[in-house]
């Protein structure tokens, strides 16, 4: 099943952790383990991971106080009910969705999720198969949603949805075939969720545009700023209270859903911020996407700190902005660049957006460069 309702399974029947057998959205060589504990509470590094880690590398397993017992259990129904209890049903229109599986997990869940809606489905790639023949199950590289994007204007379909191979994240395809960013939903969500929750906060990381804190802002809710990474968002929203948290990177998190993360019921409230709305995908994001954005660009380096160091100086002498949430972000009035370092390779990874295109490219070039010296 799905990652989401393996953290719905966790929160909603109180057990006291979960485990899904999943490599996420990595291709078929590779396999894996996300753990949460109650509540659905994620399990980092810090908060647990490495504890495992050191007791498996150094066998110091124990007799267990109490043993378990294995049950088997649909839980499907329940979850699909609870991520349709995020929607007025009544509100949803006949339209037609297009929704790329990848051969992941969303082509078990999509069909009966589906049945409670009046909305037509076209399905690519909902055949269960770890060895994903069709594309890798990864939608935050472009390549992977070719095919979802020539389908959704060639059907006349008015929207389409791609989800990765556990099915936690999600990303959107407006009526055009235009790949939404993971930020333009964050904001979307954010929009229909103020509706029923003005004031609200609302939690976002540092990829993100900065038109999403001002769509959160002007429809009245209270715009937090975050590290990238679940753990952080989570936590962060835990003591906040935010009803809401969004990543670039296509995690959506919900209070109300044990404040983990769910691309299906991101998706339901997108679609249903469209059908009440009247008007097409490409008409809400016109409204809200005015930057211009560089995408993630990873970088090979030998000394991250020194590169960072030097970046930051550069950007200081120069009247910029900087903070130091998640690696180094440098802020102008009509540009912002954050670079920061991977925790598993030697890279450096960078995110710029700017006011115009011409500057987008022009301030990408000038960090690059500084980068790769």
């Known amino acids: 099943t799905t990652t989401d309702e393996l953290y719905f399974a966790v929160g909603k029947f109180g057990y006291p952790a979960g485990v899904m057998m999943t490599a996420s959205h990595n ?46 259990r649909d839980v499907s129904d329940a979850f699909i009910e609870h991520c349709l209890s995020f929607i007025d049903l009544a509100s949803i229109k006949p339209l037609k969705i297009a ?62 949805v791609a989800f990765d191979g556990d099915a936690d994240r999600m990303f959107l395809v407006d009526e055009q075939g235009h790949l939404l960013g993971g930020d333009m939903v964050t904001a979307l969500v954010a929009q229909s969720l103020l509706k029923r929750q003005p004031g609200a906060t609302i939690l976002y990381n540092l990829i993100n545009s900065r038109s999403v804190p001002e769509v959160i802002e002007r429809n009245g809710g209270r715009a937090v700023r975050t590290r990238v990474g679940h753990s952080f968002i989570k936590a962060r929203m835990r003591k906040e209270n935010g009803i809401f948290g969004g990543e670039h990177s296509g995690h959506f998190y919900f209070r109300d859903n044990w404040y983990a993360d769910s691309g299906l019921i991101a ?14 995908v490409s008409a809400l994001v016109k409204e809200i996407d005015t930057r211009f954005r560089s995408g993630e660009i990873n970088s090979t380096v030998k000394d991250a700190p ?39 390779e030697p ?15 022009q301030r990408r070039d000038e960090v690059l460069q500084l980068i790769r010296q």
């Open 27 to 72: 291709p078929k060589d590779y396999n894996g383990m996300k753990l949460c504990r109650e509540q659905a509470i994620a399990l980092s590094t810090e908060t647990g991971l490495a504890t495992i880690r050191e007791i498996l590398t150094t066998g110091q397993l124990t007799e267990p106080a109490k043993k378990g017992k294995v049950i088997a």
């Open 99 to 160: 929704a790329d599986a990848g051969n992941g997990m969303a082509g078990l869940i999509m069909p009966r999720v589906f049945q409670h809606l009046p909305c037509s489905l076209v399905p690519l790639y909902f055949e269960l198969d770890g060895t994903f023949p069709n594309h890798p199950a990864s939608p935050i590289e472009p390549e992977n949603t070719a095919e979802l994007r020539r389908v959704v204007p060639a059907e006349h379909c008015d929207m389409g």
């Open 267 to 280: 998706f339901l409230i997108v679609l249903e911020l469209v059908c009440k709305s009247g008007r097409p």
């Open 306 to 344: 020194a590169r960072l160091a030097a970046i930051e100086q550069h950007y200081a002498a120069a009247g910029a902005e900087i903070d130091h949430l998640d690696g180094i972000t440098i802020s102008f009035p009509t540009w912002w660049a954050n670079v920061r370092a991977s925790n598993t």
């Open 347 to 361: 890279l450096l990874r960078l995110n710029l957006e700017a006011d115009s295109r011409a500057e987008m490219e």
